[in-house]
């Protein structure tokens, strides 16, 4: 079972995103993201196999004295995946890409999976992960026309496995 560090938007900000996520998800058979049952977040890294110790102390280091993070997010670009995938993508990535290279500084990037990786990770907030290929091209005109420019606050970093989506370590960032 996967594991991941991820940073989560619990508060309110997280609206403009729900929102993305019902209008979105028309191009899916099923809501992919609704399906979670999990807010808002950015994946840092995922681990088919590794130590919940070792994941949980990575992400301790890397969010250390990390207060809630104001994220802006400008736009909704895609991975051309086997299934489209769309995503906000944010305005200043500079903060996140530091917190990046510290949970691989902890953990060898060589056990990351590959897109998680320091050389190929793009920070991004999912809005929809399983548009197929007869959907693409509506959903990547929606996509262009759609003002996407929000802040959200991601306010606590989890250590999860998945799928189902199982909390193992939650911690809120403090002020």
Not at 56 to 66: D, E, G, K, P, W
Not at 97 to 119: F, M
Request: glycine share 0%.
């Amino acid at each position: 079972m996967p594991h991941a560090i991820v940073l989560k938007c619990s508060d309110d900000s997280a609206a403009p995103v729900l929102d993305l996520w019902r209008e979105a998800s028309r191009f899916e058979a099923s809501a992919s993201m609704q399906a979670l049952h999990y807010p808002p977040h950015l994946t840092f890294a995922v681990y088919e196999d590794i130590a919940v110790s070792l994941l949980v102390a990575a992400a301790q280091r890397a969010f250390a004295n990390v207060p809630p993070l104001a994220i802006e997010f400008s736009g909704i670009d895609h991975f051309p995946n086997e299934m489209l995938v769309l995503w906000a993508r944010p305005t200043n990535d500079h903060v996140l890409r530091r917190i990046h290279r510290t949970i691989h500084d902890e953990i060898d990037p060589a056990l990351c999976h590959e897109h998680s990786r320091p050389d190929r990770w793009q920070p991004h907030c999912t809005l929809a992960m399983k548009i197929p290929a007869n959907a693409a091209e509506e959903a990547l005109r929606w996509a262009a026309a759609t003002p996407a420019q929000f802040t959200l606050t991601f306010d606590v970093v989890d250590c999860i496995h998945f799928p189902p989506i199982e909390i193992i370590r939650e911690v809120k960032l403090q002020p």
